[in-house]
């Protein structure tokens, strides 16, 4: 009898028990049980990974904790690296585990050349505990809103003078792109 050919789905706990096995130049995520290895960050991307850890420093550090592209664990079999999460403060920064779909608060992602844009957004929204993400589309110049009620597709996709915010500190499209392209 024929087995079907199936791609073995890797649990978190397995993934951190063999990310030591992985090449240290390079860097590597979980999604929903798949390891991807990730792009590495062009200037525009890292650009404005860096304005909005900028922005976010203004934050009440006794509330919240700004990580830039460290492990968060999502449900199921998830530790992406968002480009930005935004996460409740604990004490000891999160260096007894990592934090979870729970206590993000916001997550960011820079879009310029994923292998498929939405997919890890749409892993964000499915794990349910995570209330808003934004996905800055870097080709096409506007930023999606994304929210768990709608975890397939974004609730909104903002341009140019278009505002948004998060815990009073505000931002327009056009200011996001137009401070760190200059063009």
Same mark, same amino acid.
């Given at each position: 009898?024929?087995?079907?050919?199936?791609?073995?789905?890797?649990?978190?706990?397995?993934?951190?028990?063999?990310?030591?096995?992985?090449?240290?130049?390079?860097?590597?995520?979980?999604?929903?049980? =798949?390891?991807?290895?990730?792009?590495?960050?062009?200037?525009?991307?890292?650009?404005?990974?860096?304005?909005?850890?900028?922005?976010?420093?203004?934050?009440?550090?006794?509330?919240?904790?700004?990580?830039?592209?460290?492990?968060?664990?999502?449900?199921?079999?998830?530790?992406?690296?968002?480009?930005?999460?935004?996460?409740?403060?604990?004490?000891?920064?999160?260096?007894?585990?990592?934090?979870?779909?729970?206590?993000?608060?916001?997550?960011?992602?820079?879009?310029? =050349?994923?292998?498929?844009?939405?997919?890890?957004?749409?892993?964000?929204?499915?794990?349910?505990?995570?209330?808003?993400?934004?996905?800055?589309?870097?080709?096409?110049?506007?930023?999606?809103?994304?929210?768990?009620?709608?975890?397939?597709?974004?609730?909104?996709?903002?341009?140019?003078?278009?505002?948004?915010?998060?815990?009073?500190? =505000?931002?327009?499209?056009?200011?996001?792109?137009? =401070?760190?392209?200059?063009?």
């Amino acid at each position: 009898m024929a087995v079907a050919y199936q791609p073995y789905r890797f649990s978190r706990d397995q993934f951190y028990a063999i990310a030591d096995t992985f090449d240290p130049q390079l860097r590597y995520e979980l999604l929903d049980g =798949t390891i991807y290895q990730m792009s590495p960050a062009k200037p525009p991307h890292a650009g404005i990974v860096t304005f909005f850890e900028n922005r976010f420093s203004i934050l009440d550090r006794a509330k919240y904790l700004v990580r830039a592209e460290k492990a968060l664990e999502i449900e199921p079999d998830g530790a992406p690296e968002p480009d930005i999460a935004v996460v409740d403060f604990r004490a000891d920064y999160y260096g007894a585990s990592h934090p979870s779909g729970s206590n993000a608060e916001l997550i960011i992602e820079v879009g310029d =050349t994923e292998r498929k844009p939405r997919e890890k957004m749409r892993a964000y929204m499915n794990d349910g505990r995570i209330p808003i993400a934004w996905r800055v589309d870097l080709p096409n110049r506007c930023v999606e809103i994304w929210k768990p009620m709608n975890a397939n597709e974004p609730v909104t996709i903002l341009v140019r003078e278009d505002k948004f915010e998060f815990a009073g500190v =505000t931002f327009t499209v056009d200011e996001v792109f137009q =401070t760190v392209l200059r063009r």
